[in-house]
């Protein structure tokens, strides 16, 4: 089993940063895929980005110039730099980790880590 386990929630006010972490622990390959997922209320989990081999990422089209993922291979960890917040961004954030073709579909193979609430103020 792989665990993963988030920090850096928070309430921002809109315009504002956060910096997420999830950080792997248990049967985790450095290969895996890591990746960020997002729900917010009402609302079907969706795709934030994600991070494979040496440098891959890609990101949606919401969050893309103003999101950043980093990982630190030596500590099997992964960070999401939140820029210019708004209050859409407002969703529970989760961290995911797998084979790419698993992580990218959010699908069976992925592991999960147990989110974390991000809040963002008009």
């Known amino acids: 089993q792989v665990q993963l386990v988030e920090s850096g929630g928070g309430l921002v006010q809109a315009g504002g940063s956060l910096r997420l972490s999830c950080a792997a622990s248990?049967?985790?390959?450095?290969?895996?895929?890591m990746g960020w997922f997002r729900q917010a209320p009402g609302k079907e989990r969706e795709f934030v980005g994600i991070?494979?081999?040496?440098?891959?990422?890609n990101y949606a089209d919401s969050v893309k110039g103003r999101f950043t993922i980093s990982r630190d291979n030596a500590k099997n960890t992964l960070y999401l730099q939140m820029n210019s917040l708004k209050p859409e961004d407002t969703a529970v954030y989760y961290c995911?980790?797998?084979?790419?073709?698993?992580?990218?579909?959010?699908?069976?193979?992925?592991?999960w880590g147990q989110g974390t609430q991000v809040t963002v103020s008009s």
């Open positions: 995911a980790a797998g084979p790419y073709r698993a992580v990218v579909a959010g699908a069976a193979g992925t592991y």
């Open positions: 248990g049967r985790f390959f450095p290969h895996y895929a």
């Open positions: 991070s494979w081999g040496v440098d891959g990422t």
